[in-house]
């Protein structure tokens, strides 16, 4: 069936260091892929998106990479600062309505 | 420019009450999406609305739970007669179009406490 799925639970990271937040997802039919940013107590937030005939997508300090040989799916965060502490969100939508997330990842900047 | 709206962000309801949830899409959106939090983990799709239209409700329990979005007004997720287990943050979220070719824009959410 589909799902989204997180290696790390929990990631903690240098304020300055670059962060890299890896996802998994199984559907192969999944075509576009959104990473999306949810601090204490808010909504999630848009970062940046990819489709599925991009390997990778730049936005401002995100990078996104998408390799669907193996499924996997990460954001990388550069020069990572301590307003970037939030749980981390994967969805994959395959061409539908449905937005599927996966369980998040924790980043915890250390100043 | 207002962002999605959702009311009340804290909402207190004892066992067997009812809970109205509220949700105004951003300006110009005609689609909106119901999700479920429970802490510690992702967002679980519940429903997905038209105006005056439920196109997919897959993901919301059978009894007790519905929604609509009337053609005038906020769209309302309604659980009836509500229990502990319905204790969860209500996220509602639009987009101009359906979700699989549009950014899907989230509101604050909507905190509900049984007691």
């Known amino acids: 069936g589909e799902s989204v799925g997180l290696h790390l639970p929990t990631l903690s990271v240098q304020e300055g260091d670059n962060s890299i937040i890896n996802c998994a997802y199984s559907?192969?039919?999944?075509?576009?892929f959104i990473w999306y940013k949810q601090e204490s107590g808010k909504g999630p937030q848009f970062i940046i998106d990819?489709?599925?005939?991009?390997d990778k997508r730049q936005g401002q300090r995100v990078t996104v990479l998408l390799n669907k040989t193996v499924k996997h799916l990460s954001l990388q965060i550069a020069a990572t600062q301590p307003g970037d502490s939030a749980v981390y969100f994967c969805?994959?939508?395959?061409?539908?309505?449905?937005?599927?997330f996966g369980a998040g990842t924790r980043l915890f900047v250390k100043a | 420019n207002a962002g999605v709206m959702q009311n009340p962000r804290h909402l207190v309801r004892r066992r067997g009450q009812e809970a109205r949830l509220r949700c105004s899409p951003m300006?110009?959106?005609?689609?909106v999406y119901w999700y479920r939090q429970l802490p510690e983990e992702g967002l679980k799709f519940m429903v997905y609305?038209?105006?005056?239209?439920?196109?997919?409700e897959s993901g919301m329990p059978k009894e007790r739970f519905s929604a609509e979005f009337p053609k005038e007004g906020p769209s309302i997720l309604r659980i009836q007669q509500v229990v502990r287990g319905d204790s969860a943050a209500y996220f509602c979220?639009?987009?101009?179009?359906?979700?699989?070719?549009?950014?899907?824009?989230f509101g604050p959410g909507t905190r509900l406490t049984v007691t």
């Open positions: 979220a639009s987009s101009p179009g359906p979700g699989g070719e549009y950014e899907q824009y």
């Open positions: 559907n192969s039919a999944s075509d576009y």
């Open positions: 990819i489709r599925s005939n991009m």
């Open positions: 969805a994959e939508n395959t061409g539908g309505f449905k937005t599927i």
């Open positions: 300006k110009g959106h005609s689609h």
């Open positions: 609305l038209q105006k005056e239209n439920i196109i997919d």
